[in-house]
C-alpha cells in the first residue's frame, strides 16, 4: 500500500465515504515561490493544497518547506511521507495520520 494521509473527518460524498488520499503530485515552483500538492481520493476524489500564493508571508513558508525538502535525507523518511507529515502539521482539522510504506 503507498503512504496516504487520512482525514480528521472522512469526507462523506452521496454514496462514497473516503477516508484517505495519496499523494499523486507534488509541484515546486522555485521561482514563484509555490507548492502545488494533488491528492487523490480511494473514489478518485482529486483535492489539491498548496503553499505560496500573492501573499509574502506564504510564499516565504512556501520556499522554507521547498529548501527543507531539497536538503533532506529521503533514506530516512520518503519524499511523499514528509510532504503528507507537513499538511497534517498545517491542516490538523482535514488530516490526522500517515499510514503505508514508500513504493
Known amino acids: 500500500m503507498a503512504e496516504a494521509i487520512t482525514l480528521t473527518s472522512p469526507e462523506v460524498t452521496p454514496a462514497v465515504t473516503t ?16 507548492i502545488v500538492i494533488h491528492l487523490r481520493g ?19 513558508k512556501a520556499l522554507a518547506l521547498m529548501v527543507a525538502l531539497n536538503k533532506a535525507n529521503l533514506t530516512v523518511k520518503s519524499l511523499q511521507r514528509r510532504v503528507l507529515e507537513q499538511l497534517i502539521a498545517d491542516f490538523p482539522l482535514l488530516f490526522t495520520a500517515v499510514a503505508g510504506a514508500p513504493d
Not at 19 to 31: C, I
Open 42 to 60: 480511494e473514489h478518485g476524489e482529486l483535492k489539491q493544497l498548496g503553499y505560496g500564493g500573492l501573499d509574502t508571508a506564504t510564499r516565504a
Open 19 to 34: 477516508a484517505n488520499y495519496t499523494l499523486v503530485y507534488l509541484g515546486l515552483y522555485w521561482e514563484q515561490q509555490q
